[in-house]
């Protein structure tokens, strides 16, 4: 059974940082596609960013050029890079996990706050 734990999530001023990790274990990390989900109070969950296998990426464009995912395979790890924060950046962040081969199966983990604020 694949398990998600993000790590990373906190609260920090406009303008400054935070990087998200999301911890991958059950299953071979090399064969899902990874994502990055937020979900603001009231609103629904919008992606963010993905990564596949091959290390393509793609982002939301309220986020390009400031957030940066990245995967390292051998530490079956996906990272959030955010920078230049901003308050409406502010939402729940989830880590997903789709697997490429048949049958295509959904992993989410449980989520961790960002918070942007002066």
């Known amino acids: 059974q694949v398990q998600l734990v993000e790590s990373g999530g906190g609260s920090v001023q406009p303008g400054g940082s935070l990087r998200l990790s999301c911890a991958f274990s059950?299953?071979?990390?090399?064969?899902?596609?990874m994502a990055w989900y937020r979900q603001a109070p009231g609103k629904q969950r919008d992606l963010v960013a993905t990564i596949t296998t091959g290390g393509t990426t793609n982002y939301a464009d309220s986020v390009k050029g400031r957030f940066t995912i990245s995967r390292d395979n051998p530490k079956n790890t996906m990272y959030l890079q955010m920078d230049s924060l901003k308050p409406e950046d502010t939402a729940v962040y989830y880590c997903?996990?789709?697997?490429?081969?048949?049958?295509?199966?959904?992993?989410w983990g449980q989520g961790t706050q960002g918070t942007v604020s002066s």
């Open positions: 059950g299953s071979i990390f090399s064969l899902y596609t």
């Open positions: 997903n996990a789709v697997r490429i081969i048949v049958p295509s199966i959904n992993y």
